[in-house]
């Protein structure tokens, strides 16, 4: 995340704007302020970015966005971003009235439509009075049902508890349990745990996954938990293998089940769009889409790479490929760690 902002607000004009390598804009569309607010939805048009935006298990992200979205719940909107290939496609959906504010990347300025000036005073202005909550706005806080917030945090600890003994963690049971339920060897999960939240139940990370198995909230309600209820050790742990058996039936089709394993881990991490995405660049490639060490695995590494993910093939961006890289690594070398234990 960006730890500090600066953002100028320009109407698109007539002239040449070479800064931002575009021409002019013609829109005409009448939308400004009053009917945005009447509309109920603010239009954001944006390139995939690390700080602009990119998608995360289905949840939106990147510091611009994050922002635009406080802006719009501000004038009582929601915010809709629709991602361009190139800032000339943005430009492109302000002249045609589609958009109502575009967020540029490796710039200062974010760009309204020339025939929405009280949007652009109501930006400019929003903008002054709230700079310094910049850095709060890109910090995630999850709500649980009855309204209250869980900020991040996360205590560790040992990623052993008694190896004399042959305890791994005091959820020992727990992971045995429902490990036989997702089909997998019970120390495989509780290593994906360490490394999710180092054996933390009541675990929030940065993006807002919750619990021993950092299940994101939006994954949690697909498998019918509340965010409380992610707390508890239990509901989480079978909260994950329910989705752990439904990524090793999307991938399926790899036969090699050691194989599958790093898909899967590489999804419940990165989610099933971007691995997907990796997949296709290494079939462009020439490498072997269902085999993840020294063919996948790189490709995922390439989707943080603007040449990359702005690929006709990959269809979801940007990904912090590094991430779910090292995810998966870290899980395998544990999960050899842990094989000594019974």
Not at 4 to 15: G, L, M, N, R
Not at 232 to 240: H, I, M, Q, S, V
Not at 259 to 282: K, Q, W
Request: charged share 20%; aromatic share 12%.
């Amino acid at each position: 995340m960006l730890t500090s902002f600066s953002f100028s607000f320009v109407a698109c004009k007539e002239q040449p704007q070479k800064d931002l390598g575009v021409f002019h804009t013609t829109s005409s569309s009448g939308l400004d302020l009053d009917v945005i607010q009447q509309n109920g939805e603010l239009i954001a048009v944006a390139m995939y970015g690390q700080d602009t935006y990119f998608e995360h298990l289905g949840e939106g992200f990147g510091a611009q966005y994050m922002i635009a979205r406080e802006f719009a719940r501000s004038i009582g909107c929601t915010i809709r971003l629709d991602v361009m290939p190139d800032s000339a496609s943005m430009i492109h959906r302000l002249d045609d009235g589609e958009a109502d504010v575009a967020l540029f990347p490796n710039t200062e300025k974010w760009v309204t439509r020339a025939d929405a000036p009280q949007l652009k005073q109501t930006l400019h202005q929003w903008v002054k009075d709230n700079r310094e909550n910049f850095v709060a706005m890109t910090t995630i806080r999850v709500y649980d049902e009855r309204g209250r917030v869980y900020a991040p945090r996360r205590h560790v600890y040992s990623p052993v508890l008694n190896a004399s003994l042959g305890q791994i963690s005091q959820y020992d049971n727990l992971f045995r349990k429902y490990a036989a339920q997702c089909g997998w060897d019970w120390r495989l999960l509780a290593a994906q745990s360490y490394q999710e939240s180092a054996f933390d139940a009541n675990a929030v990370s940065s993006m807002g996954a919750l619990g021993l198995m950092q299940l994101m909230p939006r994954t949690a309600a697909s498998l019918g938990i509340s965010v409380s209820q992610a707390f508890n050790p239990e509901t989480n742990l079978r909260g994950a293998a329910r989705y752990i058996t439904r990524l090793n039936q999307y991938y399926s089709g790899i036969a090699d089940p050691n194989e599958r394993i790093c898909f899967v881990l590489a999804a419940y991490n990165g989610g099933e769009g971007h691995i997907d995405d990796a997949r296709r660049l290494a079939k462009k490639m020439g490498r072997d889409a269902d085999r993840w060490s020294g063919g996948v695995d790189l490709c995922v590494l390439h989707l943080s790479e603007s040449r990359y993910y702005n690929d006709p093939d990959v269809r979801h961006g940007y990904m912090r490929g590094s991430e779910t890289y090292n995810y998966v690594a870290d899980i395998l070398s544990r999960w050899r760690q842990y094989q000594g234990i019974r």
